[in-house]
C-alpha cells in the first residue's frame, strides 16, 4: 500500500530553468509533508516542509505548494543549479503518527 | 560534526552470520528511527524508539530483527541469521521531537551486503 506516490521516477532540466516535482498522497490523515535530497551514498538531507494549514511555503530557491482536495504538492527550484541534480523524496506523517511515509524518490538531473 | 553518526558505513556478512548497525543521534535529540531502502526503492519505516523504549515497530520483520537505544550509548539495529535479501542501505535518523512535528535529520547509512 503505497501510501505517498512520485509517479516520475527521473526528470531532467536545463540549468536555470525551474525544476518541478510532484508527489501525490492517499491518506488524509497526513497533515505535515516534507522533501528531502539525496546525493549518492549519503543520507537524505531535509530541504523544506509545510504542515496542511498552509498552501505554500518558500526559502530560497524552493517552494513547497499543497493541495489538500486533490491530495498534491510539488516543489518547484527556481533557478535550477547543476548542484541540485540528487534524488528528491517527498515524505508524510500524520497527526500523532510516529513515522515519516516516504515515495519512491525522483531523480533529477540538471543539465549544463 | 554534531550530525547522526552510523557504523560502519560498509557492512559484508555472509549468510547466517550476524549483522549489528550503530547509530548515535545528534545532540539533544532523545527520539530515533531506523529505516531500510532497498535498491531503486524509497525509504521503508522499520522502528521508532526513545532512550530504553520501543515506541513503534510495525516496520520491522517479526523475525531475526530487533533494535534496542539503551539509556547509554548508540542505537543498535541487529539482524540474526542474515539473509540475501538483509542486503539494503539501512538510515537512522533522529528528531528532537516526535516525526510528526519535527524533520528527521538522517545519518550517511550503513550499506550491508549479504554474501
Known amino acids: 500500500d503505497q501510501q505517498v506516490k512520485q509517479n516520475s521516477p527521473s526528470l531532467s532540466v536545463q540549468e536555470g530553468r525551474i525544476s518541478i516535482l510532484n508527489c501525490d498522497y492517499t491518506n488524509s490523515m497526513f497533515d505535515y509533508f516534507l522533501w528531502y535530497k539525496k546525493y549518492p551514498a549519503e543520507g537524505p538531507t531535509f530541504l523544506i516542509s509545510?504542515?496542511?494549514?498552509?498552501d505554500k511555503n518558500e526559502d530560497g530557491r524552493f517552494t513547497v505548494f499543497l493541495n489538500k482536495s486533490a491530495k498534491h504538492l510539488s516543489l518547484h527550484i527556481v533557478p535550477s543549479q547543476p548542484g541540485d541534480s540528487a534524488v528528491y523524496f517527498c515524505?508524510?506523517?500524520?497527526?500523532?503518527?510516529?513515522?515519516?511515509?516516504f515515495g519512491q524518490g525522483t531523480r533529477l538531473t540538471i543539465n549544463p | 560534526n554534531a550530525g547522526v553518526m552510523q557504523n560502519p558505513r560498509h557492512l559484508v556478512r555472509r549468510r547466517g552470520q550476524e549483522a549489528r548497525l550503530r547509530c548515535s543521534p545528534m545532540?539533544?535529540?532523545?527520539?530515533v528511527y531506523w529505516y531500510r531502502q532497498l535498491p531503486e526503492e524509497g525509504l521503508k519505516f522499520m522502528v521508532y524508539l526513545q532512550k530504553e523504549n520501543i515506541i513503534d515497530e510495525s516496520g520491522m520483520p517479526k523475525e531475526r530483527f530487533s533494535a534496542e537505544f539503551p539509556k547509554e550509548g548508540p542505537s543498535i539495529l541487529r539482524i540474526q541469521q542474515v539473509v540475501r535479501g538483509d542486503s539494503a542501505a539501512y538510515f537512522c535518523?533522529?528528531?528532537?521531537?516526535?516525526?510528526?512535528?519535527?524533520?528527521?535529520?538522517f545519518g550517511n547509512g550503513t550499506r550491508l551486503t549479504v554474501t
Open positions: 535518523a533522529s528528531s528532537q521531537l516526535r516525526a510528526g512535528d519535527s524533520p528527521l535529520h
Open positions: 515524505a508524510a506523517s500524520a497527526q500523532g503518527a510516529q513515522k515519516l511515509v
Open positions: 545532540k539533544g535529540h532523545s527520539h
Open positions: 509545510i504542515s496542511s494549514i498552509k
